[in-house]
């Protein structure tokens, strides 16, 4: 059922930790959920989860999510649009708007080439562009990647569906993907508040036929897979399947819009993030760090889950 916002809980935003590899809590791993944020330039940040790397000019080793544009098109639209966790929490993916082989970090990848790409959904002729959305396989080498017209590649050892390539075009620009925990079907989720499954993955329910105050930005995914939450640049939540709504920033003023929403490791929460760094959590997704009123270099685009404890 969906249950449009109506609450909305304002939390205070405290200054940003990063956690590395390294670190942990005395006396073992620490049982607490945490989260990555990503922005533009590709800089991580990293609460209550271990940092594994960026994908800044200067960090990354290759493919940074700054490198050169195709001829014609402007340096500055040239960016890391998500961040996609492996299902253990043992690595992470970026990518960059421009290219369909994303940077792996930690134990994600190893990185596959082009060849490695096989489409998925084919919407109609395009360029190769603005990609935005990401989602990892089960193995954590391989991927799902979206662009905003909806092109579906499947990447490293993700394979193709059993009904083959599909053709289905949007109405409005696609903005997100997420897998199914067994890896053999994925959502996507359009502006508008379309929802479109694909393999094993359950239709339950969308926003497409809704008058919205705000574009949706984002679809997360239930642990068990029945249910998922949208979210949109005003902050609102909207739940189906058994995706339990637990508040949103629907209603409330805020400082920069949302761009993403990252489901807790038990399903009964969420956390929802903004350009400016802000972090905002609710039900049993605690609150660890944002970097709201840090100094970035570029603007945040995106926010994941870490589904395991810090190493100790």
């Known amino acids: 059922m969906v ?18 590899p ?7 791993p620490s049982p607490v959920p945490g989260y990555w944020l990503v922005g533009g330039d590709g800089g991580v940040f990293a609460f209550n989860a271990p940092f594994y790397g960026s994908g800044t000019p200067s960090a990354a080793q290759s493919a940074p999510c700054g490198f050169p544009p195709p001829l ?44 490695a790409c096989t489409v998925l959904n084919q919407p109609g002729y395009q360029p190769e562009s603005n990609w935005t959305g990401l989602a990892s396989s089960n193995s954590g080498a391989g991927y799902w990647l979206v662009s905003e017209l909806g092109l579906v590649m499947g ?6 569906l059993p009904s083959g390539p599909t053709t289905l075009r949007f109405n409005a620009p696609v903005v997100g993907i997420a897998a199914t925990p067994d890896g053999m079907g994925y959502w ?44 949109a640049s005003d902050g609102g939540v909207f739940s ?9 920033m629907g209603g409330s003023r805020l400082n920069a819009p949302i761009v993403g929403i990252a489901g807790s490791p038990d399903g009964k929460g969420y956390w929802l993030a903004a350009t400016d760094g802000g972090v905002f959590s609710f039900g049993t997704a605690p609150f660890g760090g944002s970097m709201a009123g840090k100094a ?12 395991g404890p810090i190493p100790g």
């Open 155 to 160: 990447c490293g050892d993700v394979k193709p």
């Open 296 to 307: 970035l270099a570029d603007p945040i685009t995106g926010i994941a889950a870490y589904p």
């Open 240 to 248: 189906f399947g058994d995706a339990a709504y637990a508040g949103s």
């Open 22 to 28: 390294t670190q942990g809590g005395a006396g073992g």
């Open 3 to 20: 249950r449009r916002t109506l609450t909305a809980v304002v939390l205070g935003l405290v200054a940003a930790v990063l956690i590395a």
């Open 72 to 115: 014609l098109y402007d340096y500055q639209h040239v960016f890391c649009t998500a961040i996609a966790p492996t299902p253990s929490g043992s690595g992470y993916w970026l990518v960059n708007v421009w290219d369909p082989t994303a940077i792996p970090f930690g134990q994600a990848g190893p990185q596959p080439s082009r060849s």
């Open 188 to 231: 996507l989720v359009g502006a508008d508040g379309g929802v479109f499954a694909f393999g094993d993955a359950r239709f339950a329910g969308s926003m497409g036929d809704r008058s919205l105050n705000a574009p949706i930005v984002g679809i997360a995914a239930t642990p068990d897979g029945k249910g998922y939450w949208l979210a």
